[in-house]
């Protein structure tokens, strides 16, 4: 699409592109406009116009995977100026598959418009406590994939303590201070905003779930962005700047509690509440192109998203289907046959049964013997598994012909909506049971549970 870029704007049917030349849905212009603010004060332009702007000015220079990158790094960049009104500061990652993807560049043109950038690819992390130690800083962090890369220095440790502590306002680091007899004990203050770039595959998975997370991927052939030049970008961004500081001073942020979309809680809820509060401040389209957003980073998150023990869970959960047993032969073949699944090659062997006792022995759940036909197999059951399920997946359960399907954001993904068998509990320890069992079996109690006792067997 020569000469256009991603900025936002909505109509009947969501979402759409815009050309930043002539502003519609396609176009043929071919050269992007440069970017101009005016001279029209902040005050009448508002919250809305002002990050209009901003992300019309990132979709110049930036080949993106989705629209929403563009929503997610305009809110981000605008919340650094706005640090103080929060408790909580998202990690911003940028990854992708190879190199010359166009992460480096998302650094470069947010340490135009963030508020007082450390733009750094190589410092120690004595230099970096001393810089947060004044006023309130934003870090930028270049190729952490070296940085954390199994293998490199261990200060990573350091780093990684430091990255997940200044998540939450309030953090210090106790380090050292002084030589001999005057060495004393000194707080060093780490709470800031990060934003971190480097080749998927070794972040911490601390740090990915204190994140939003954009996979970067490098730009095709007939994908046309504006050229990047620093000096011309400098001018550019500096009044854009100065207008998202002089607008979030005056933004109503402190205390803000956005609703979140359905299914978005806990610490994923957290990571986005400063990312809503600014788009609800900004009003116009933003709120809902945040909530957009946010269900798409969320909600349709890719698979490889996951912990290596989710994953399991999830591929455990689709290949029972509603099986009540399943031999761990069995269990090995079918999660081997899943064909973008690492089961096949696990550090160049299978899966092995010693190895998936271990993976769930971590979440309480043990290998026991079946019955299949007159087979007595060792292998799992629907029963142990089904309360993993429904703590640590999205929706439980079994997927029956009642199974409806609802659209949570029709401009971002089809989000399956499964109606749950009616909750049952356990008459002795009061935590659920697996609503098929209790069904099929009239069961009232856990197989562990002891009834004449009243507790939980060991």
Request: charged share 25%; proline share 7%.
């Amino acid at each position: 699409m020569t000469g256009h870029a991603y900025a936002p704007g909505v109509d009947e049917s969501g979402f759409v592109e815009a050309c930043q030349v002539c502003g519609q849905p396609e176009g043929h212009c071919a050269e992007p406009a440069a970017y101009d603010p005016g001279p029209v004060p902040v005050s009448e332009l508002g919250g809305a116009q002002l990050l209009d702007d901003a992300a019309a000015w990132f979709g110049r220079y930036l080949s993106v995977p989705s629209r929403h990158c563009i929503v997610v790094i305009t809110l981000w960049a605008a919340h650094t100026h706005a640090t103080d009104a929060f408790y909580v500061t998202p990690r911003l990652i940028l990854d992708s598959a190879e190199p010359e993807s166009g992460k480096t560049r998302v650094l470069e043109l947010l340490n135009l418009v963030v508020r007082a950038p450390i733009f750094t690819m190589n410092t120690t992390i004595a230099a970096l406590y001393r810089r947060l130690t004044g006023e309130p800083r934003t870090i930028l962090l270049d190729e952490t994939d070296a940085v954390f890369a199994k293998g490199a220095a261990q200060n990573h440790e350091d780093l990684r303590a430091l990255l997940n502590a200044g998540y939450k306002r309030g953090a210090t680091v106790d380090r050292c201070v002084g030589d001999g007899a005057s060495m004393k004990v000194t707080e060093f203050p780490v709470f800031a905003p990060v934003a971190l770039a480097g080749i998927a595959g070794n972040m911490p998975a601390t740090i990915t779930t204190r994140a939003v997370t954009v996979h970067m991927r490098r730009r095709a052939p007939d994908e046309d962005i504006a050229e990047f030049i620093e000096e011309d970008a400098i001018g550019e961004a500096a009044p854009l700047r100065e207008a998202l500081a002089e607008w979030i001073a005056d933004a109503e942020l402190k205390g803000a509690r956005p609703v979140m979309p359905a299914g978005v809680a806990d610490r994923k809820a957290e990571v986005w509440r400063a990312l809503l509060a600014v788009a609800d401040a900004a009003g116009g389209d933003w709120p809902d192109l945040a909530r957009q957003a946010c269900r798409h980073f969320v909600l349709a998150a890719d698979p490889a998203d996951l912990s290596l023990g989710v994953r399991l869970l999830a591929d455990l959960r689709d290949i029972f289907g509603c099986d009540d047993a399943m031999p761990t032969a069995v269990i090995l073949d079918r999660l081997a046959d899943i064909e973008d699944g690492p089961w096949a090659d696990m550090y160049g062997k299978p899966l092995n049964a010693r190895r998936l006792s271990r993976m769930l022995g971590k979440y309480q759940v043990k290998p026991k013997v079946i019955r299949v036909g007159d087979a007595t197999p060792r292998g799992y059951t629907r029963e142990d598994l089904w309360e993993v399920w429904r703590r640590y997946l999205d929706p439980p359960g079994c997927v029956t012909s009642e199974t409806s399907a609802t659209s949570l954001a029709s401009t971002v993904a089809d989000v399956a909506a499964v109606t749950q068998p009616a909750r049952t509990e356990c008459a002795v320890c009061g935590s659920p049971m697996d609503p098929k069992l209790a069904a099929e079996t009239g069961a009232t109690t856990h197989p562990n549970c002891d009834p004449a006792g009243g507790r939980t067997r060991p």
